[in-house]
């Protein structure tokens, strides 16, 4: 009976595509021998009218042990133990829930890890400013290092046990210790791998022998540690002054393990470097050659960021740019230049005046030559360099011409055209 109402029901709803849910599945393992380990499963769906449906969560999980299942409308969360090491799939499928026998419309599966030793990670910081600062494996000479277990036990399984540390840095200094962490004084830079071994050990009561009985795990951990040479200097060799259209070259000498991230900007005020767009160069060395030419004058700032994985130092270097290098010789010659032209003009307008007072008049009354003309469409027609040779040209050729009636003209009435 039940079979068929499901055949109805698969009918009358026309099996919906399986891409229309998603089935999102994850554990937090891997976790230890007889503590618990949580299987969250989420079902999402791409049509919300799909929404208002019940839906039914299906675990498969043997051979672990099921302590809590929980559901809720689009979720659902399984709590499993295992007394044995190994690696086990956990899969889930969705049903609606008034249909038990219908087609899933999703499933997916995990992979829970059990182990029978303790679970945890090592994070290696560095103390700056006494702020803790991680930086995946690395870590700066002559800083504090400290390096911390971080036990992973969710279901709070270790909650009545004694730890036992026993730390062993790799150039042959060891520690024990009863908290998950030490501090470390690194003094010479090169890679090394830490390693780490914890005792937990407790009471519990036997479960064959209903006696006290002492349960002890272990766990081993490693990790590298990688210890730089922090950027102790930035110095910048070369000009503070240039000229405009110079090629200014500048040596940048660090002082630090490479790789290092060199990331420079000229501006006109020294910024500090921090999400600040600069060129980025990786360099293997300890120099770095730039060179840049400046189009305009004024002051200027380079700054400079340094950054080797563990430290980071900034500097500033100040640049004067004069507006473009003239030779003195050059200069010289470009003032007698100019000193003549300015005598020449001086001494022509002068004899101009004198000349032209009272026949400007008369010119500008009978002067009706296309001359002037062509010489007014000149400067409306054509570049600046042309239009001042043109003009000048014409100026020039112009005046002789003129100069010549005017003579004329202080002995002969003025006539209505003079032009050639
Ligand atoms: C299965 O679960 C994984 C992990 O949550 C997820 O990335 C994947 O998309 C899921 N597969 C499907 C078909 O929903
Ligand atoms: C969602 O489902 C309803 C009926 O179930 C259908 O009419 C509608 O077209 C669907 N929407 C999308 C975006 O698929
Ligand atoms: C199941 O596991 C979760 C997380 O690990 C925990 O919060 C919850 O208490 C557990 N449930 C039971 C019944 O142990
Ligand atoms: C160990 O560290 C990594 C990254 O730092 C993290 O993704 C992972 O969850 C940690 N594992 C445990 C057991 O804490
Ligand atoms: C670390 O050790 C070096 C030399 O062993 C010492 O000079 C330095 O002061 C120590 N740093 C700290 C913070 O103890
Ligand atoms: C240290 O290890 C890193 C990678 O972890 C490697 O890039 C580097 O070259 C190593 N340095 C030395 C001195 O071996
Ligand atoms: C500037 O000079 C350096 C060497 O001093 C050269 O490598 C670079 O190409 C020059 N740049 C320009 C734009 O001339
Ligand atoms: C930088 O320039 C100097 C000379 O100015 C030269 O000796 C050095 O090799 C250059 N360095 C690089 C990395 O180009």
Redesign the pocket.
């Known amino acids: 009976m039940l079979g068929l109402t499901c055949v109805l029901l698969l009918l009358g709803r026309a099996a919906p595509a399986a891409e229309e849910y998603g089935l999102e599945i994850t554990n937090n393992g ?1 976790v230890t021998t007889g503590a618990q380990a949580t299987v969250h499963a989420s079902l999402s769906m791409k049509n919300d009218s799909a929404a208002s449906n019940l839906y039914h969560f299906n675990w498969i999980y043997a051979p672990l042990i099921l302590i809590e299942k929980s559901e809720q409308q689009f979720n659902s969360v399984i709590n499993v133990t295992s007394e044995f090491p190994g690696t086990f799939p956990v899969s889930v499928w969705v049903t609606h829930r008034n249909c038990w026998l219908c087609r899933p419309i999703a499933r997916n599966v995990t992979v829970l890890q059990f182990t029978e030793f303790i ?3 090592l ?1 290696i910081a560095q103390i700056e400013d006494s702020r803790f600062i991680t930086r995946g494996s690395s870590s700066s000479v002559g800083a504090i290092t400290r390096i911390s277990f ?3 036990d969710p279901s709070h399984y270790f909650k009545s046990a004694s730890f036992v540390y026993t730390w062993d840095f790799g150039d042959g200094v060891y520690q024990i210790t009863k908290k998950p962490f030490v501090y470390y004084n690194c003094s010479t830079m090169g890679n090394r791998t830490v390693h780490l071994k914890v005792i937990a050990e407790w009471e519990q009561i036997g479960s064959i022998v209903h006696e006290k009985e002492m349960v002890q795990k272990t766990g081993d951990f490693t990790t590298a540690l990688e210890l730089l040479d922090a950027v102790k200097s930035i110095n910048v060799v070369g000009s503070r002054e240039t000229h405009v259209m110079e090629n200014l070259s500048l040596s940048l000498h660090i002082n630090g393990t490479p790789p290092l991230a060199l990331c420079w900007l000229i501006k006109s005020e020294c910024i500090p470097l921090e999400g600040e767009k600069c060129h980025l160069v990786e360099i293997d060395g300890s120099c770095y050659n730039l060179s840049h030419t400046f189009s305009d004058a004024g002051q200027y700032c380079l700054s400079v960021r340094v950054e080797n994985g563990v430290t980071m130092l900034q500097t500033y270097h100040e640049i004067k740019v004069w507006p473009t290098g003239i030779h003195p010789a050059c200069f010289v010659l470009l003032c007698i230049a100019l000193a003549t032209v300015m005598l020449g003009l001086v001494l022509y307008t002068t004899f101009r005046s004198n000349t032209q007072q009272k026949d400007l008049v008369e010119v500008a009354d009978f002067d009706f030559s296309p001359l002037s003309d062509k010489n007014l469409a000149s400067y409306s027609e054509s570049g600046c360099g042309r239009m001042c040779c043109r003009s000048c040209f014409l100026w020039s050729s112009q005046e002789a011409a003129w100069e010549s009636h005017e003579l004329l003209h202080s002995f002969y009435k003025p006539v209505k055209t003079y032009t050639v």
Do not use: V
């Open positions: 891997p679970t945890g990670n994070t971080c036990l992973h």
